[in-house]
């Protein structure tokens, strides 16, 4: 009797030995102030969820990648950098080391971008960055120009509006008629009926640059792994499959 309850005991330790350890949720974080193609949002009884977009489909196809689970949740942007650092967030896109405030394990050069500044269809072109000295220039709240910045110094007149949706709307309502607009969301909106021929055909590209993902230190899977994982995905071309879905396939770094 001691021989088989010694038996069962042992066999049921081997059991749970054997049972894969079973792996934590992520949570990807999206900015509130997010343009399309990378986020579409819903606001229901004040709470505002992402339903799609280019962060929802990395988010699915990192999870398979893991075999976890992956959130998308949505924080307002100045909040993003506090968010990683204390591990409420694991992960996030679409974003260079410029951009955070922190100590982040991160994967570059995922995506190809640059800053544009744009203008409506009608309004005077811009040739140089040295003709915006004082003219008041729309861009998102919480969102970093170091380029912008370094360029035109006390001069860069930046007026913050609460998304880049809103920027582009406030542009084409005459609030302000020069804006700063990421390419990836300006070849993109160019080409939908609602924005086609509203805005300036030949934008000024101010700075080319490469954007890729911030994993927190304090992440609830290992960093390497998470890191491992979104590697993985550029070696397969899952972001530039992703990048296609949307026709912005000369985004992708490979």
């Known amino acids: 009797m001691l021989f088989f309850s010694l038996l069962v005991s042992f066999s049921c330790l081997q059991a749970r030995a054997q049972t894969p350890a079973k792996l934590p949720e992520l949570r990807m974080g999206s900015a509130t102030s997010a343009p399309l193609p990378l986020a579409d949002f819903v606001t229901d009884q004040g709470k505002t969820q992402i339903v799609q977009g280019i962060y929802v489909d990395i988010a699915r196809e990192l999870a398979q990648e893991l075999g976890t689970k992956i959130e998308v949740r949505v924080v307002p942007r100045v909040r993003i950098s506090n968010e990683l650092e204390k591990g409420y967030l694991d992960f996030v896109c ?30 005077p072109p811009i040739k140089s960055l040295s003709q ?4 008041r220039l729309g861009t998102a709240r919480g969102y970093a120009h170091p380029e912008i910045e370094v360029g035109l110094g006390k001069k860069f007149n930046r007026v913050e509006y609460e998304s880049v949706d809103a920027v582009v709307k406030k542009m084409l309502l005459k609030d302000v008629d020069y804006i700063i607009l990421n390419k990836l969301n300006y070849d993109y909106i160019s080409k939908t009926s609602l924005y086609a021929g509203k805005m300036a055909e030949k934008p000024l590209l101010i700075t080319s640059f490469r954007t890729g993902c911030a994993i927190s230190q304090k992440a609830r899977m290992e960093p390497m792994r998470i890191r491992v994982g979104l590697e993985n995905m550029l070696k397969k071309g899952t972001f530039k499959k992703i990048l296609k879905s949307y026709g912005l396939e000369d985004s992708a770094v490979q």
Do not use: C, H, M, N
């Open 132 to 135: 915006l000295e004082g003219i």
């Open 94 to 123: 679409y974003y260079r080391p410029s951009w955070l405030k922190g100590d982040f394990l991160f994967l570059d050069d995922i995506f190809q971008t640059g800053d544009y500044i744009v203008w409506r269809a009608g309004a």
